[in-house]
């Protein structure tokens, strides 16, 4: 990973980190929980001081989440990233092979979702007396239902 670095800054607070990174002073705190972030350097007054290279695992945590990648994911290959002068491609290309998959699973997922919402409605336009849905199926309801 680089580092990005901010003019005349050494070490950044959690709002100046949040600030920089465009997120939240609480989703520092969980990434640093969660193990995202490493942990923090503590001042004497027990604040959070982070070193500039922060920024770039945060910007890769972003990114990461942008693709779909779960935070566990992006925690690994991070991790890996970072135990190699060079990010492994073949275990990023491994993630985003899975995340693919999985994206390509919830697109049948929704595609049969629209087929069924779909049919519901052409049920229902062809039976404007009233329809009675229920799961998966769509049928006229009777003149006693409808009048309830």
């Not at 800054?9 to 929980?33: C, K, M, N, P, Q």
């Not at 049969?112 to 404007?128: C, I, P, T, Y």
């Amino acid at each position: 990973m680089t580092t990005a670095t901010l003019p005349g800054v050494s070490r950044l607070s959690t709002g100046a980190l949040a600030r920089a990174g465009g997120v939240s002073v609480d989703a520092i705190r969980f990434y640093e929980r969660e193990g995202l972030l490493p942990p923090a350097e503590r001042t004497s007054g027990d604040h959070r001081r982070y070193p500039p290279e922060a920024l770039d695992r945060l910007d890769f945590i972003r990114v990461g989440q942008r693709l779909g990648l779960s935070l566990e994911e992006i925690k690994e290959l991070a991790d890996a990233c970072e135990q190699v002068a060079d990010c492994p491609v073949n275990h990023a290309v491994e993630l985003l092979r899975g995340r693919i998959a999985n994206v390509e699973r919830q697109l049948t997922d929704l595609t049969a979702l629209r087929d069924r919402l779909l049919h519901v409605v052409g049920q229902m336009e062809s039976h404007q007396g009233g329809v009675h849905v229920t799961t998966g199926t769509a049928r006229p309801v009777s003149a006693t239902e409808h009048t309830r």
